[in-house]
């Protein structure tokens, strides 16, 4: 009866979704650049993400999500990302400047990866959010930090490229907006992930990017910045690998984004 409930209810939100939606679209364009000085790598890259997004009461919010990229350097078509429905309950019952949500993700196996290599059947995120505005102390300051679990289902438990499919893993997210100016802010992500695959390895990969952004009209910003991501440990499994900054592995990047 529980699963008929959950059914009902998530098919209900998947016909209604297009219709109380507010529809957002998010284009960025961006040149990246290696800073390997043995063998500097450039390319040039375009994000489309749509986001439907709609509130179901005060305290609960339903989105899907959807991104496509396209290398427009060697790639003559968009690849399409596994698309998302989202749901976001506010655990605090008044809004403030600090938020508490839990929020959970079902992804549609969509993308070439998922089709064709790792067999995806689903994606399950689900985990608690905080979203904090500072202003009131530092001006200009906000912070969002998510902690989550993923869990994956395969059709196969190795994937078609020989390596053990992720069975689930977890994450840490922060991300930092600093606007000390109306026109000027810094932003900052910082992502650390631990996989489990199906036969028990794990693997930890992070992240790290930082951002000059300006505003040139409420629609369209420059960005600025530098981006460093990789195994979290080197080939010892014991020694730390991260690095805000790293020659061989690191980017930067100029990217102009616009947002209707």
């Known amino acids: 009866m529980k699963g008929l409930k959950l059914f009902t209810s998530l098919s209900v939100l998947i016909v209604a979704l297009p219709v109380l939606a507010k529809v957002g679209t998010n284009i960025q364009t961006a040149y990246n650049s290696s800073l390997a000085k043995d ?3 450039r390319n040039q890259d375009m994000d489309i993400l749509v986001n ?37 309950y ?11 949500h839990l929020g959970e993700r079902i992804y549609i196996p969509v993308s070439e990866e998922s089709k064709k290599n790792t067999d995806l059947y689903t994606r399950l995120s689900v985990g608690p959010s905080i979203k904090s505005d500072l202003s009131r102390y530092v001006y200009g300051l906000d912070i969002n930090y998510r902690l989550y679990a993923d869990m994956f289902w395969h ?4 994937s078609k490229s020989g390596d ?23 932003n900052f992500d910082n992502l650390y992930t631990k996989n489990f695959t199906y036969n028990n390895h794990s693997r930890d ?11 040139v009209t409420p629609a369209i910003s420059l960005n600025v910045g530098h981006n460093n991501s990789g195994n979290a440990l080197a080939i010892d499994g014991a020694t730390s690998n991260i690095k805000i900054y790293n020659e061989r592995s690191s980017t930067v990047y100029f990217a102009v984004e616009i947002v209707f």
Do not use: C, M
């Not at 059709?155 to 190795?158: A, K, L």
């Not at 990969?205 to 505003?215: A, G, K, N």
């Open 205 to 215: 990969v992070f992240l790290f990017d930082q951002s000059l952004s300006y505003s």
């Open 164 to 186: 053990s499919n992720s069975r689930y893993a977890y994450s840490n997210r922060l991300i930092v907006n600093y606007s000390f100016t109306d026109k000027f802010s810094l």
């Open 52 to 88: 439907l997004s709609a509130p179901l009461s005060k305290r609960n919010g339903a989105s899907f999500t959807a991104i496509a990229n396209k290398n427009l350097k060697n790639e003559k078509k968009f690849l399409l990302q596994d698309p998302y429905f989202g749901h976001s």
């Open 90 to 100: 506010r655990l605090n019952k008044e809004r403030g400047e600090t938020n508490l």
């Open 155 to 158: 059709q196969y438990e190795t």
């Open 39 to 41: 063998k500097i790598e």
